[in-house]
């Protein structure tokens, strides 16, 4: 069953296009927000994460903090 993606990020950040890469490689869809210019997602990402480091990916109320591609594929189960 697909799981729901979100990752916060944005368009200049080397280690979000790594992320998003990495997802699209693997056929996971995923919602992607752009913190730099929705600060109301900005907000919503530091609540949830506790700070202002991007990327930031929720899984399913996991939250993993930077491209960690271990936890991604271990919270996603591939």
Not at 64 to 71: A, L, N, P, S, W
């Amino acid at each position: 069953m697909a799981k729901n993606v979100k990752v916060y990020s944005t368009p200049t950040c080397p280690w979000c296009i790594r992320t998003k890469q990495f997802l699209k490689d693997n056929n996971i869809a995923f919602e992607d927000y752009d913190v730099g210019s929705d600060h109301a997602k900005a907000d919503e990402m530091v609540a949830k994460s506790g700070q202002m480091g991007v990327p930031v990916v929720d899984i399913e109320g996991e939250i993993i903090v930077g491209f960690d591609k271990e936890r991604i594929k271990a919270s996603l189960g591939l």
